[in-house]
């Protein structure tokens, strides 16, 4: 049996949003078996809580956004992943703002934090989330297909005719040691000419070159980490995002997706599954 897991003790990080640009202090603390992912916003009345889970995404532009009542939290999908991809069942996200801080645009600063505070066995089953049949969304020339698996594998087509950045192709098991080497590191992609129409739409304030990669026309604007650094990061959101649906055992395929399709195909795979470890079929 696989063990359900929590982090050893509370960790702390300081940071700015992405999108809103406002300073957010944010803590990572343990959590009993069973309780999931929960966000807390300790800076409203009452701290509403909010379950990370697909039935509380309310926004998936350009991030994902999950909301409880009037209390929301934007792009938890970095956070997700570093959680998810390092094996982390239960814990409570308490933040004073709205949204996650950035990091450096990827997982790694939460991935590190995940790391420093220790992960501990629970000593009650971790339950899969498991497909007996092949499911499938497709919007607007992007597609996403789950296969049954005994492992999440991620495959993903990054397809543009960006005459830099070209099409990009990862396929990935994941596992907490491929999380962390392969694809936490791995940071988002800002096409030059989108910098100010997200800027226009009220998105996008905190990021500068470190924290996201650009790229024009001519060339990248910062150095990359990785030479298909923005596919890695398409699977790394891939990865945040299932992550609303707990633990997921599925072969993932997926030719150029964002999290609005993503959001289908949890929504899918919802409708559609027929069982789960340690519990009858419902
Ligand atoms: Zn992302």
Redo the contacts with the bound molecule.
């Keep these: 049996m696989t063990e359900q897991q929590t982090l050893g003790a509370p960790v702390e990080y300081a940071g700015k949003a992405l999108h809103s640009g406002v300073p957010v202090f944010m803590r990572l603390l343990p959590a009993p078996a069973d309780t999931g992912i929960i966000f807390r916003r300790i800076d409203l009345p009452g701290k509403p809580e909010i379950p990370a889970t697909v039935e509380h995404i309310v926004s998936t532009n350009r991030n994902t956004t999950l909301g409880n009542g009037g209390a929301q939290v934007m792009t938890v999908?970095?956070l997700m992943a570093a959680l998810r991809g390092m094996g982390i069942d239960n814990a409570v996200v308490e933040l004073d703002a709205g949204e996650i801080p950035l990091g450096d645009g990827s997982a790694q600063i939460f991935v590190e934090l995940v790391c420093k505070a220790g992960i501990i066995k629970q000593g009650v089953p971790r339950r899969y989330l498991r497909l007996k049949n092949p499911v499938w969304v497709s919007r607007n020339g992007s597609h996403m297909i789950a296969v049954p698996a005994d492992e999440l594998k991620i495959t993903y087509t990054f397809v543009t005719d960006h005459p830099v950045v070209g099409t990009q192709f990862g396929e990935y098991s994941i596992t907490a040691d491929v999380f962390g080497r392969e694809l936490a590191g791995a940071r988002?992609l800002v096409f030059g000419k989108d910098i100010e129409f997200l800027r226009s739409q009220g998105l996008g304030r905190g990021g500068d070159l470190d924290c996201v990669v650009i790229v024009d026309d001519d060339g990248y604007r910062n150095s990359l980490r990785y030479r298909d650094e923005i596919v890695r990061?398409k699977i790394?959101?891939v990865v945040g995002d299932m992550g609303l649906l707990g633990f997921l055992h599925a072969h993932i395929i997926a030719v150029r997706s964002g999290h609005e399709l993503n959001k289908g195909l949890m929504q899918e795979i919802l409708r559609q599954r027929v069982s789960e470890d340690g519990s009858a079929d419902r």
């Design positions: 999908e970095h988002t990061h790394l959101d």
